[in-house]
């Protein structure tokens, strides 16, 4: 790849990933759908088998990306190893300023400054920035083929597992990705294209200190921030709802309801082991989504099979596994489950569910929500 052709690619891509954001309110349906369809792909065993690989993928490209420039610095091959460390550091700071400067809500119902935007994806950033550094230094460094090969096909899998945990456990939408990966290519075309004793020039001096200038801006002034569209932020106003954990509001609760308490999400309301129920209103049948805002009690690490079964009026919506940390799922209503006036909404944790803790916690609940597709 030449220096020119890997500029013009790195402007195709970086172009492309603004034209996604431009189109992000016509594209969020995507999100949406390729949400909905993980759900599908989801069950316990599938669960627990991601969760093991969970931070095995991005270590190992750690290793890989890491140990090639702590070769070359052991060589004092200044000038390669510089140019390395800066695409890799370089890379993960502009990662952050964009993260910090573009206000997207993640599929958590959390607030981005307790859980940070979702956009773009750190881990997807730092896959490529080390799997793109490892490629280009085993074709320049003259490894065997068979090294070199296998290696290259490693970075591959394990950057596609990361991309694919990303999604499959809800801390990113598809799109989210999608535009990581296209400003991840851009970065590395010119980054590794670039001489690697490239000379500091005035404009390249004055972008670096803007650059940096800016984080300090778009961190301590989030006004200053850009808001992305998002599913979450897209959303009609809900024709019933209730939050949970409120003082002065009446709630028709009934069951396995327990303690209130409150958590950095917000008044949450626990639920124990059984059935436990509540009464929502609509103003005539018809097609609804139910949309809650749950976590489970975690009682230890080695868990990751969290079902919760939801019914309305009786009939069986969905057996829902639920994630880890606040999600809020969102389930389609069959219109002919949905009566005019008041409709049942219950909760059920079957003895599959792991152990409750010492209070007999199982499932938090913050909201209960019904809207119009």
């Known amino acids: 790849m030449t220096p020119q052709f890997a500029t013009r690619f790195s402007l195709v891509c970086l172009g492309l990933a603004v034209c996604e954001l431009v189109c992000l309110p016509w594209l969020i349906g995507l999100d949406a759908a390729a949400y909905r369809w ?3 792909l989801r069950s316990c065993r599938a669960d627990y088998l991601a ?19 702590a070769v070359l610095y052991l060589r004092r091959q200044w000038a390669e190893a510089w140019r390395a460390s800066w695409v890799i550091g370089g890379g993960l700071f502009l990662c952050e300023l964009l993260k910090t400067g573009l206000e997207r809500a993640r599929p958590s119902v959390l607030t981005p400054s307790l859980v940070g935007n979702s956009f773009p994806s750190g881990h997807v950033s730092a896959a490529l920035l080390m799997s793109g550094v490892f490629i280009f230094l085993a074709r320049r460094s003259g490894w065997n083929a068979g090294l070199r090969h296998g290696g290259t096909g490693l970075c591959v899998v394990l950057s596609a597992l990361i991309v ?30 670039r001489p690697a004793r490239l000379p500091i020039s005035r404009s390249a001096l004055a972008w670096s200190v803007g650059l940096l200038a800016c984080y ?3 961190l301590f002034f989030p006004q200053a921030s850009l808001n992305l569209p998002s599913v979450r932020t897209a959303e009609a106003e809900p024709v019933a709802r209730i939050s949970f954990g409120v003082a002065k509001q009446h709630l028709s609760l009934a069951g396995a309801w327990g303690a209130q308490s409150r958590e950095p999400a917000g008044p949450i309301t626990w639920m124990k082991r059984g059935e436990a129920g509540l009464g929502q209103g609509q103003a005539q049948p018809g097609a609804y989504l139910l949309r809650f805002a749950a976590r489970p ?9 969290y079902p919760l079964s939801v019914l309305i009026n009786g009939h069986l919506v969905d057996r829902q596994l639920l994630y880890r ?12 489950w949905v009566v005019a006036g008041e409709n049942e909404v219950r909760f059920r944790v079957g003895p599959d569910f792991p152990p409750a803790g010492p ?7 913050r909201s209960v929500r019904i809207a119009r597709p």
């Not at 456990?169 to 990966?181: A, C, K, Q």
């Not at 940390?325 to 002919?336: I, K, N, V």
């Open 38 to 40: 993980v759900q599908t």
């Open 51 to 69: 969760s093991l690989l969970k931070h095995l993928p991005l270590m190992g490209l750690l290793i890989l990306g890491g140990v090639p420039v």
């Open 164 to 193: 694919w945990q990303r999604v499959y456990f809800g801390h990113h939408w598809l799109l989210d990705v999608v535009g990581t990966v296209l400003l991840g290519a851009a970065w590395l075309s010119f980054g590794l294209s």
């Open 216 to 218: 300090p801006v778009v």
């Open 297 to 305: 009690f975690v009682h230890a690490r080695t868990e990751t099979c």
């Open 325 to 336: 940390g606040w999600r809020e799922y969102e389930l389609w209503l069959d219109p002919a």
């Open 359 to 365: 209070e007999q916690q199982t499932v938090a609940f």
